[in-house]
């Protein structure tokens, strides 16, 4: 049975940051690009960063780019996402996905960004 298990978020403060945790199992976890997205309320979900199997290759949206960081432990079998500098719109619910067609999603974990 195939899980992503997100933790990590929370409230924060603007400029603040806070560190998302996805936990997966039931599949090879090396063997998958993963990726973040996230979803603000009336709003698309969208993709917020991805990271190749190995670790080597990172991708970001433009909205994140120079304050969040991907990165994975491959034998801890997650993926991490470092997000610095928050701001209030990056107050959203934020998913991980993975696997073979990137068809599996965790249940989401909620950021909120506010003063």
């Known amino acids: 049975q195939v899980q992503l298990v997100e933790s990590g978020g929370g409230l924060v403060q603007p400029g603040g940051s806070l560190r998302l945790s996805c936990a997966a199992s039931?599949?090879?976890?090396?063997?998958?690009?993963m990726r973040w997205f996230r979803q603000a309320p009336g709003k698309e979900r969208e993709l917020v960063a991805v990271i190749l199997q190995t670790g080597t290759l990172t991708n970001y949206a433009d909205s994140v780019k120079g304050r969040f960081t991907i990165f994975r432990d491959n034998d801890k079998n997650t993926v991490y996402l470092q997000m610095n500098s928050l701001k209030p719109e990056d107050t959203a619910v934020y998913y991980c996905?993975?696997?073979?067609?990137?068809?599996?999603w965790g249940q989401g974990t909620q950021v909120t960004v506010s003063s």
């Open positions: 996905n993975g696997g073979s067609g990137s068809r599996y």
């Open positions: 039931g599949f090879t976890f090396s063997n998958y690009a």
